[in-house]
């Protein structure tokens, strides 16, 4: 399965405890634009070994009741545009209370699939209380205990029956998405890079409600652009501009195959920037960096240079990503953006035979074996690229849990010093031979 859950509620319920037990290695990415709005959270889940993206949509305000309000609807409002399935989340311990009563007021009217959770059934006498919650009016009850998981399990066997499964491209077409900070010129990209209307091969609706997957042929090439009719969505409140377009770039990342990841040159390569970026890389798609507005910035011989050093530095250790320096306003390296695009869509797509891996990859091994560890040697026999539709590589040895980090990336970088996998996130695995 795949998509997009978001976890809504008033304050105090246990959204942020579920969230913490559902994602994977603690990974979330937090937003925290506003003062006054608690972080949220986005982070990875998977059930039975397939992943999903879970939001915890926050949103806690202190105030008086009508803030409180006014929060709750924002959440609401937010996971009903941008999730696929949504929890609504109430609390046994409390009851229902007014507060519950509205949010399940906007929730009946939803058309996605909603899952009323009804927390803190921690016993027996918290199971029989939570009946009380079929009074809202949204079907079956999920009586879940956030802090020892129980209930959780049937929860997500429920939330599995009505997530997509990952999508299985119809095409071979590549499927970028355009993401990026608010106002990095992202919308002003696919303008330049689409021209007029005419480009427009065919229209289709994408697996999800909201995305829209448009085929182009521009400048020679097709490709499809993930979910562009949202770009242009714009929040009705300020301080969630800053977190749709988390939220956005979550949702067109894992639909697309390459990341064109925009930044304004004038702001540089931020923590937001960053988190989109490591959001790309985590899912495993390919990456071109675009430093646009590079008019607005005084060179001299060494600022492309300097501004390189900076971004390698940050996504350290991850370095092989091509950036390009574009100006969207004087069209200047558009069609290099859109070219290396392409490239790195190739690059995800390589697949090295084994026996040529084997060739390059054992005499480099046999050169540089794998540190000894508490005596003993790691063997390697032999490699692979497992036949996955991103590059993962692995590695048959005698001692796989012995072979730390540091070799990995060594291992990986031979792989990138052969193969051409530039923009592309490489797994490696040790595997028990
Ligand atoms: P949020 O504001 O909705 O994100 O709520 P939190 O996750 O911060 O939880 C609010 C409080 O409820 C915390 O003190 C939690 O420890 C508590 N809590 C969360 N889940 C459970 C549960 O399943 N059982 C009980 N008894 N307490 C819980
Ligand atoms: P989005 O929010 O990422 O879609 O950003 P927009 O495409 O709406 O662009 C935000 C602002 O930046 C607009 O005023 C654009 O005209 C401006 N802009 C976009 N690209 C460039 C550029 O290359 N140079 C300059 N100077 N301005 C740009």
Redesign the pocket.
Known sequence: MSGIVAIV?R???????LFNRMIQRREAIVDSVSGVTRDRHYGKSDWNGKEFSLIDTGG?VVGSEDVFEKEIDRQVELAIAEADAIFF?VDA?TGITGMDEDVARLLRKVEKPVFLVV??V?NAKRREDAVEFYNLGLGEIYPI???NGSGTGELLDALALVLPDAALPEDDLPRFAVVGRPNAGKSSFINALLGEERYIVTDVAGTTRDSIDTTYNRFGFDFKLVDTAGIRRKAKVKEDLEFYSVMRSVRTIEHSDVCLLLLDATRGFDGQVQNIFWLAQRNNKGIVILVNKWDLVEKDTDSVKEFTRHIKEVISPFTDVPIVFISVKNKQRVLKALETAVEVYHNRARRVPTSKLNDIMLPIIERRPPPSLKGKYVKIKFCTQLPTNYPQFAFFCNLPQYVKDPYKRFLENQIREHFDFTGVPISIFMRKK
Do not use: A, L
């Open positions: 509620g304050p105090n319920v246990g959204k942020s405890t806690y989340m311990e927390n803190k921690d205990s956030s802090i």
